[in-house]
């Protein structure tokens, strides 16, 4: 078994604290978070603390806090031996001060109260050396079946694209929200599109599948639209029909 | 039983044969085209004609051509005593200058040669008369689960709004594409984020469900994320990012 410590609070943390507690291969052996009351719920099933003097032995730590904090909590237990990992896209791995350090990143939105099957859930990780990485592949596919090997600078470029898959995504159904609300429209009219539109490109590449009117070139549609757009949304619309109708 | 004629060659009329002469509740009368090689593949199950002079009497005449072509189709067959009705998002019900006409919108996004379950397509429909809704209405349960009743303008919106959630969301993705390209990252890594941000705004407004640096007006990210990018892509960033600060 692979004896493991968390360090973090927050949404992730939490989800991992999950999966690590209910994985045969992994023994979940401590959870550390600099307040106390946000880990407290865990308290039944492993033990916790919020004294970093207190930490104990462990084959790997994971710092699961925000980006801000993940240098600085490494920082205070670099005399562990175990292997030092953060999960965090944007942060590169050289911030780690530690002996033996790496990245476990796992590309998912989690959000709280949602329960997390990370069975399909993609993890990318990085260390410096083969018998670290062997350590940290066998407690990533203990919980996923998908487990990537990924450099820093790949990993902020994956970070990039998943904010245009997901957080720009979401702005655009946000968009067609809007529009439906300001004409009495149920947004769910919506649903099976947007449904079809995720499933389409993992048959067809996204450059195959595009279609509308800025891939036509459809200048009467083109315009016929931006006459029902506010401000905005006509900005948005303009600046991305005609991304589509050049590039592509 | 509704009898039906199906007027075009394309895409949608060639999926909505299919699925009319599937359904116990229609009768497939015939299917029209200018071009008859493009409907020759359906000879075997209905008549087919490229002559309007041949077209037969039916309930429902259903017009799924391109926009371009309704409205001199539609004309064409004016003296038929049928409900005339056009399958197009982004036309007016008016352009149609027959006794009695409608408007049958299937909302999808459809693909040559993938198969299509018409059962969760909402169909957005519109009439004069009361007596041809229930026509029109009855038609589309036959297809599908999902029917609203929208007027032109509504319609019109919608149109706009799909837009947004599938052209716009399939740019996104394509980014994304091109950007794991360019650094040797498997796009397939993306895949579960997509289906996940789709997912969860059937249960979260996308309001709620907006996440990421711009959300949390994370500076250092977002400066971090920039450098990252090319021009073109830096641009969508800049823009989008802005729209989720401010408005959100």
Redesign the interface.
Known sequence: MIRVILLGGGNLASHLATAFFKSSKIELVQIYNRTLSNIKEKENLVPITDSLEELLDAHIYVIATS?DAIEKLANKIKSKNGLVVHTSG?IDQSVLQNERKGVFYP???F?KGVKVSFE???F?IETDKDDEFILLETLAKALSN?V?P?DS??R??????????????????????D??E??????E??????????N???N????E???????RKDKK?LA??KK??NT??K???Q??SE??SN??
Do not use: W
């Open positions: 980006d944007a590309l998912q939105s959000t399909n859930i993609p990318c998908k990537y990924m600078t790949q902020k470029k994956l970070h990039t694209a998943a904010v245009f898959v997901n957080n720009f995504v979401n702005y655009m159904y946000s968009i067609g929200e529009i439906c300001e004409n009495r429209i149920p947004f009219v919506l649903y099976p599109l947007i449904q079809e539109t995720a389409k490109i993992q067809l590449s996204p450059k599948a595009q279609t509308g009117p800025a891939k549609t016929l639209h029902e757009l905005e949304q900005i948005i619309y600046l991305l991304a589509i590039n592509r």
